[in-house]
Structures are given as C-alpha cells and as structure tokens.
Nanobody
C-alpha cells in the first residue's frame, strides 16, 4: 500500500503562484510515476502533470509553461509549482502515484484562484 498526503493549497489571486507538495509513504519503491490531477466542481478528475522515476516530466497543454512538476526520490516527495494562475485553475488538486499496475490518489488539497 501507498499513502499520499498533499499540502500547499490555498487562496491566491490571478497571476499568483502556489507550490503543492506530496509526500508518499508505505511501499513507495513500487511507484514509478508520480503526478498531479485536478477536479473542478461538476467536472471529472484529470491528470495535468506527471513525472517518471528518471525525472522526465509531462504536461497537458493548458498548464505547459505555467506549471512545473518535480520529484525528490530520496524524500519520496513530488512537487507542483504553479505560476501565472488563472481562475479556471480553481480545483481540488490530487497527488497521484502509479506502479504501472495500480494507481493511488491522495485526499486532495483545494486551490482557489480569485479574479
């Protein structure tokens, strides 16, 4: 089992920045890929960024150039630096980890961007 705990959400004005952190515990050696997903009210949860064990990042188009994902394997921690935030980025952000055969999600942290 793997547990993922997020932190760093909050309220920020449009154009501002936030940094999310996620610390993994349990059988973390099984996790190959970490990522961040988000879910706005009434919408499905989508993965917006991921990073491989080797550190190769991947982003959906609407966050490219604004969000940066990074991981510290020694600390079992993954980060999401979010810059130039927009009101449409408002959502609950979830940490995600995948072994390839199984995925895990954290409990989520609220990010609210005011206009």
């Amino acid at each position: 089992q793997v547990q993922l705990v997020e932190s760093g959400g909050g309220l920020v004005q449009a154009g501002g920045s936030l940094r999310l952190s996620c610390t993994a515990s349990g059988s973390t050696f099984r996790i190959n890929t970490f990522g961040w997903g988000r879910q706005a009210p009434g919408k499905q949860r989508d993965l917006v960024a991921s990073i491989s064990r080797a550190g190769t990042p991947s982003y959906v188009d609407f966050v490219k150039g604004r969000f940066t994902i990074a991981r510290d394997n020694a600390k079992n921690t993954v980060y999401l630096q979010m810059n130039s935030l927009k009101p449409e980025d408002t959502a609950v952000y979830y940490c995600w980890g995948s072994t390839g055969a199984r995925s895990y999600w954290g409990q989520g942290t609220q990010v609210t961007v005011s206009s």
